[in-house]
């Protein structure tokens, strides 16, 4: 395993990262199981593991999975999605990122997160308050470095220069969603990344499944009738599958390979999370660690979805809310122009 600096914070970790999303009830609540998983994700080499808060009782699995082995680990975790009904227990607000870091060090079982990410954007809360009380758990020692997921680009620059002018510590991650089927963040968000020293972890690099090759056309599987993943119904990315699943196979790689090579070849692309539910699953995604890709593949790969293009969106992603007060989109009365 080769291991790539995590941005600018000087840790290193591997390109393939575990992200424990579905060690839950969920996914896979079976504690032994989970246990088995870590420990033959760190015996191959992965020294990174990614969770939330808002997991269910993915924290709790993963502090138990990783008694006596907790210092071999990158461990991160997420605040910011809602925790219960309470409308005070989510945002990025003071109030809530220090409650909320206590609580998962509990559930880990650990002192401090060695990556503490704000999961989404929220737009309630001033940036800099956000940062000042991330910087004040990275003094305390309880965190080690901070990064944002799924923030648009100008918000990422944003929040870098706010941490500048205030001397507050800077997210030096960001976490965005990027596959095969969807490029977009080739436009903005990487080279922004970029530009600040920023490591970049990919979440769902398989499309929520579409790209194991689970999800055809004329298929009508339980995956696809899901609600919570609308996007599996997209016929643009169903198409986008089927070129793709050829070229794998003549390529000699599983589809689900192809995927992973392709998004951890992106220069600006520090590792991807591979979310295993299953020992198999797990064994499949970590034979991918030595695929290489050639320019001719990846010129194909160009011709089915352009770069900085995509086809349809995961249902996951931050949406930007819609402006709601009118004030922001139209002139004051005196300054509109006669119809």
């Known amino acids: 395993m080769h291991y790539r ?16 999303m579905m060690f839950s009830s969920f996914g896979n609540a079976d504690q032994k199981e989970v246990d088995q998983m870590v420990a033959r994700a760190l015996d191959a080499g992965i020294n990174f593991i990614d969770t939330a808060d808002a997991y269910g009782e993915s ?6 999975a990783l008694l006596g082995r907790r210092d071999d680990v990158v461990l991160a975790s997420k605040f910011a999605r809602p925790i219960g009904d309470d409308p005070n227990h989510q945002g990025a607000s003071r109030r809530w990122i220090i409650t909320a870091v206590e609580n998962s060090l509990r559930r880990l079982n650990t002192d401090h997160l060695d990556l503490y990410q704000m999961h989404r954007p929220d737009p309630q809360t001033d940036i800099e308050e956000t940062l000042s009380a991330l910087t004040d758990l990275v003094r305390s020692g309880k965190v080690r470095a901070i990064g944002s997921s799924d923030m648009p680009a100008s918000d990422m620059v944003e929040a870098q220069w706010v941490a500048e002018r205030r001397g507050l510590e800077r997210f030096r991650t960001e976490q965005p969603h990027y596959s095969l089927l969807d490029r977009s963040i080739e436009r903005e968000v990487l080279p922004v990344a970029q530009r600040f020293g920023m490591g970049t972890v990919i979440w769902s690099p398989l499309a929520s499944g579409m790209l194991t ?26 198409e986008a599958v089927e070129q793709l699943i050829p070229l794998a196979a003549e390529a000699g790689l599983p589809l689900t390979h192809l995927a992973l090579a392709f998004v951890i070849a992106h220069p600006g692309v520090t590792a991807a999370l591979i ?10 995604l970590l034979a991918s660690t030595d695929v290489r890709l050639s320019d001719e593949l990846l010129d194909r790969i160009d011709e089915i979805v352009p770069p900085g293009t995509g086809v349809g969106r995961m249902d996951q992603e931050y949406n930007t809310p819609p402006i709601e007060s009118a004030a922001l989109r139209r002139r004051p009365v005196g300054e509109r122009s006669a119809a």
Do not use: C, Y
């Open 275 to 284: 979310g295993p539910r299953t020992m198999e699953q797990l064994d499949d």
């Open 5 to 20: 600096p995590l941005g600018r914070t000087g840790i290193q970790v591997s390109p393939l990262a575990l992200g424990a």
């Open 59 to 64: 924290e709790d699995m993963l502090g138990k």
């Open 213 to 238: 090759g689970r999800v055809r056309r004329g298929q009508d599987t339980d995956l696809r009738r899901t609600r919570l993943f609308a996007a599996l119904r997209d016929e643009r990315r169903i």
